[in-house]
């Protein structure tokens, strides 16, 4: 029953996820001019498709990569695998949305991190590459010892939940960063609600919606990797035991 339950939660992530894709995609085409790559403002609109992609969606989904029920039996190796070849898919995305927006600054001779929106998604994108080689050199690495691992796995969770939160935070700051100054000297200001801001409103919610429910799945204990040796009803019997 309760993977009946996870597999249904991860359905509604999969179509909340991309939502949030195909939502700040078409906003940046439909509304402010669609894209490039030559350091103008329409270089600038690939930062928000690019973070919301690799900083929350992909990132997301490769958090849940442990709570697949089929992962709790066998060898953890493809499964850690797996982990980290999305957190560094959504990594380099991370990094070319960055790109993207520097290069924007640098261009249109913008100062760079002077905004509050700025320094928590630099902090974001700090901690992640952290993140990433501390479980790439203790987790996915052999030399690593188990003491090491079971010392180190509570801060790798804790860590792993508090990126994604500020994740979360950096894209509805960004969002409103971007509403103020696109609509602050036009005919409908954003404080008249229009459309575009409606629509903006809107995809930041859907993206706060997928992260609370990415940590939901995350913290859920029925949906937890059981550990070694213990066998509950979550987990499958395995018929061709050692």
Known sequence: MASGWFYLSCLVLGSLGSMCVLFITYWMQYWRGGFAWDGSLHMFNWHPVLMVSG????????????????????????????????????FILTV?????????????KIAHLYSLHSWLGITTVVLFACQWFLGFAVFLLPWASLWLRSLLKPIHVFFGASILSLSI??????????????????????????????????????????????????????????EPGILTDRQPLLHDEE
């Open 169 to 226: 935070a950096s894209v509805i700051s960004g969002i409103n960063e971007k509403l103020f100054f696109s609509l602050k000297n036009v005919t409908k200001p954003y404080s008249s609600l229009p459309s575009e801001a409606v629509f903006a409103n809107s995809t930041g919610l859907l993206v706060v919606v997928f992260g609370l429910l990415v940590l939901y799945v995350l913290l859920a204990s029925s949906w937890k990797r059981p």
């Open 96 to 108: 070319l949305g960055l790109v993207a927006v520097f290069q924007y600054h640098s261009h249109s």
């Open 55 to 90: 900083l929350v969606v992909l990132y997301g989904a490769g958090s849940l990569v442990y709570r697949l029920p089929v992962s709790w039996v066998g060898p953890k190796l493809p499964w850690k695998l797996l982990h980290a070849a999305l957190h560094l898919m959504a």
